[in-house]
């Protein structure tokens, strides 16, 4: 069977190393049509602050769909001659870590278990782009270079954002590393 996904690239960073702003760089040096898919939440001043710099700062020819938490139902309508560019995984992460966890009771074992149902939304949106005709650009932040947070919390999200990571990365046609604002690309 002839595979008919298009090219998955994946950059990933520190924090500030300049991962959106090479994104943006890299899908608007091609010919295809961006459709930029945010997956911020603008629940606070200073994270509203953050998505007015992102829009501003992005080409006005992208296609911007804010979806903070299924951004699979948009890949789903992506057709060849498209770049969908997801910025970004570890927000999107985020979002469906603490989707009910300040609604509901915290057993000892809710947040392992929002961390599961949180990959295995992972997998369904690795799913999606493995149907995917176009081509798709994710960002992701790299957190496992820096210290064991020390609450439990933080622990879990480092976890579940490394296997995140991993999952995509193992799909990736490219991965690029962001470090200081240079690029490498290390697959």
Partial sequence: MEDISGKLILITGGARSGKSTFAERYAAAGDKKVIYIATAAGDDEEMRRRIAGHRKRRPPQFDTVEEPFYPHRILEKGKKGNLFLLDCLTLLLTNHLLKKG???EEGPSFWFEQATATLQYIELLMESVGRCPADIMIVTNEVGMGLVP????????RDLAGKANQIVATEADEVWLMVCGIAQQIK
């Fill in 102 to 104: 300040e609604k509901e």
């Fill in 150 to 157: 020390e609450n439990k919390l933080g622990r879990i999200f």
